[in-house]
């Protein structure tokens, strides 16, 4: 079922928010909904997105692949984000990134054997001077952990379980 049957009613809501002229606008909303259901964004939802707004499917991808809370394909159950950007990256975090990797058997980019826990490399998540940090998503919840150490993020996760 497409996204235009399946959230009609949602979908004429968010065009409301906006002039005509300026449909493209409610890019971000529509991708919203359609990760909504799935935990990710499929290349059929993107085509459908630029469709709707007119515009070609790979700005819709662009937009994708920007933020890090959208998502272009399944994975765990909880994505474990961790910032390496430069700032973070002084404070420790990409030895952080490796020894929490190498704890969850799996590098960067990768999902857990259990398919719980997919651990990702972001750039920023506001919070250098309290670096290491990671945010753990999970459906519509983000949580959010700072100064973290080995242990600290090995506590954190165990509670997910």
């Known amino acids: 079922m ?3 049957q399946k959230y009609s009613q949602e979908i004429q809501a968010i065009f409301a928010k906006y002039p005509p002229e300026q449909k493209r606008s409610a890019i971000m909303s529509l991708l919203y909904l359609a990760q909504r259901e799935e935990g990710y964004i499929s290349q059929e939802a993107m085509k459908e997105i630029a469709d709707m707004l007119e515009i070609s499917v790979t700005e819709v991808a662009g937009v994708a692949g920007f933020y890090t809370l959208f998502h272009r394909q399944k ?3 909880y994505r474990i984000q961790v910032c390496t950007d430069l700032p973070c990256a002084l404070r420790g975090a990409d030895s952080f990134l490796q020894e929490l990797a190498q704890a969850l058997g799996v590098r960067p980019g990768e999902t857990t054997p259990d398919g719980r826990f997919t651990l990702e490399e ?3 998540v506001g919070a250098c001077h309290r670096a290491p940090v990671f945010q753990v998503q999970h459906g519509d ?5 700072e100064n973290m150490s080995l242990e600290e993020a090995l506590a954190v996760l165990k509670k997910l379980e």
Request: glycine share 8%.
């Open 141 to 145: 919840t983000i949580t959010f952990h």
């Open 122 to 124: 972001v750039m920023c």
């Open 2 to 4: 497409s996204l235009a």
């Open 75 to 77: 994975e765990g159950k």
